[in-house]
């Protein structure tokens, strides 16, 4: 499950290390001196590891939300081990001692994610073989500035989407039906700290936020990401059942939040709020359910159900990204503080 590439499932990346370890941090060397003693200070130290308020209990789990819990589990694992491989490589392959240096803390989180996930997994009879994942699985190369883009956004829709279930959950504990959830606090805040080193990082040269092509290669990121995570999340009816969370709700939400720390350094924003936002998410969802069916279905009716169905996806990209963007001018400083 983990090992396989699609569109939706979390790929693993690899981009050009010479020119990142190239980055000169000088512009920001004040913001970037603050968030490093921040990190090297390691605040989640002893966060990551099972106490007396860990009660799962898989055998009385519905076997329906099992299957979901278990898919969420392998996927959030592997998106979080994704890091864990670029950033533990990027600081393998670097000489610049700033960026090998932000690299190594932020490995070192990923890892730990990764691994507490794994032992949740465990207990289930489950659990992803991450060093065999390492060399099994297809990577992707992105040019730096894409990695900065995509990595960016996951990092903050990370934050967006742990705060929200922990939240949630914090109001309503009757639908914690698995304690890995009372971690998620603590837990996003790191993923909110790496979200702040790659917003310092594109600070350090202003093209890559200010420019014509960028700015579309932002908007580019924000649909695909936005878009992934709506079709992914619907594909866990149950899961969101037994969290007692509306997908929908949920899924706007997390845009909601993402959308405002972004502001802090992408320049455009997607209008969630348009009229065209959410019916051609749904217009997305039906196309991905249609190829996977026509996948199934083998054959000749299933290679043309795949491709027509492959042309409505891109129909419904094509409507969301030209969604007219809500612009902004970027604030002079970039760092922002988790307050949600
Ligand atoms: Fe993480
Ligand atoms: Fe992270």
Same mark, same amino acid.
């Given at each position: 499950?983990?090992?396989?590439?699609?569109?939706?499932?979390?790929?693993? $990346?690899?981009?050009?290390?010479?020119?990142?370890?190239?980055?000169?941090?000088?512009?920001?060397?004040?913001?970037?001196?603050?968030?490093? /003693?921040?990190?090297?200070?390691?605040?989640?130290?002893?966060?990551?590891?099972?106490?007396?308020?860990?009660?799962?209990?898989?055998?009385?789990?519905?076997?329906?939300?099992?299957?979901?819990?278990?898919?969420?589990?392998?996927?959030? %694992?592997?998106?979080?081990?994704?890091? %864990?491989?670029? &950033?533990?490589? =990027?600081?393998?392959?670097?000489?610049?001692?700033?960026? %090998?240096?932000?690299?190594?803390?932020?490995?070192?989180?990923?890892?730990?994610?990764?691994?507490?996930?794994?032992? /949740?997994?465990?207990?289930?009879?489950?659990?992803?073989?991450?060093?065999?994942?390492?060399?099994?699985?297809?990577?992707?190369?992105?040019?730096?500035?894409?990695? $900065?883009?995509?990595? $960016?956004?996951?990092?903050?829709?990370?934050?967006?989407?742990? !705060?929200?279930?922990?939240?949630?959950?914090? *109001?309503?504990?009757?639908?914690?039906?698995?304690?890995?959830?009372?971690?998620?606090?603590?837990? %996003?805040?790191?993923?909110?700290?790496?979200?702040?080193?790659?917003?310092?990082? =594109?600070?350090?040269?202003?093209?890559?936020?200010?420019?014509?092509?960028?700015?579309?290669?932002?908007?580019?990121?924000?649909?695909?990401?936005?878009?992934?995570?709506?079709?992914?999340?619907?594909?866990?009816?149950?899961?969101?059942? *037994?969290?007692?969370?509306?997908?929908?709700?949920?899924?706007?939400?997390?845009?909601?939040?993402?959308?405002?720390? *972004?502001?802090?350094?992408?320049?455009?924003?997607?209008?969630?709020?348009?009229?065209?936002?959410?019916?051609?998410?749904?217009? =997305?969802? /039906?196309?991905?359910? /249609?190829?996977?069916?026509?996948?199934?279905?083998?054959?000749?009716?299933?290679?043309?159900?795949?491709?027509?169905?492959?042309?409505? *996806?891109?129909?419904?990209?094509?409507?969301?990204?030209? !969604?007219?963007? !809500?612009?902004?001018?970027?604030?002079?400083?970039?760092? =922002?503080?988790?307050? &949600?």
């Amino acid at each position: 499950m983990a090992q396989e590439t699609t569109l939706l499932n979390p790929r693993f $990346y690899t981009t050009d290390f010479d020119e990142m370890d190239k980055i000169d941090v000088t512009p920001v060397r004040a913001e970037w001196d603050k968030l490093i /003693a921040q990190m090297r200070s390691d605040p989640n130290r002893g966060h990551f590891k099972k106490t007396a308020e860990w009660d799962a209990d898989w055998e009385n789990m519905d076997p329906a939300l099992r299957v979901e819990f278990i898919d969420f589990l392998v996927s959030s %694992c592997t998106a979080e081990f994704s890091g %864990c491989v670029l &950033y533990k490589e =990027m600081k393998r392959r670097g000489n610049n001692p700033d960026i %090998c240096e932000l690299f190594n803390y932020m490995a070192r989180d990923e890892a730990r994610h990764a691994g507490f996930i794994n032992d /949740a997994l465990r207990e289930a009879g489950v659990a992803v073989n991450l060093g065999f994942l390492t060399k099994a699985k297809k990577y992707t190369y992105f040019r730096p500035k894409f990695i $900065y883009y995509a990595t $960016y956004l996951s990092e903050k829709i990370g934050y967006a989407r742990y !705060i929200t279930i922990f939240r949630h959950l914090e *109001a309503h504990p009757e639908h914690r039906f698995h304690p890995i959830f009372k971690w998620f606090r603590e837990w %996003c805040n790191d993923e909110f700290s790496h979200g702040e080193a790659f917003a310092l990082l =594109m600070k350090t040269d202003p093209k890559l936020t200010t420019s014509f092509g960028n700015k579309l290669w932002i908007r580019f990121f924000l649909t695909a990401v936005y878009s992934t995570m709506w079709v992914r999340d619907h594909a866990r009816p149950e899961f969101h059942k *037994a969290l007692g969370v509306d997908i929908d709700w949920y899924d706007q939400e997390v845009f909601r939040k993402t959308s405002a720390i *972004a502001r802090q350094i992408f320049p455009v924003e997607i209008d969630i709020d348009h009229p065209r936002w959410i019916p051609n998410l749904r217009r =997305m969802n /039906a196309a991905f359910l /249609a190829m996977d069916a026509a996948k199934r279905r083998g054959g000749i009716g299933g290679a043309i159900g795949k491709f027509t169905a492959g042309a409505r *996806a891109m129909a419904a990209f094509a409507a969301l990204y030209t !969604i007219p963007v !809500i612009k902004h001018d970027l604030p002079a400083s970039v760092r =922002m503080e988790p307050v &949600y």
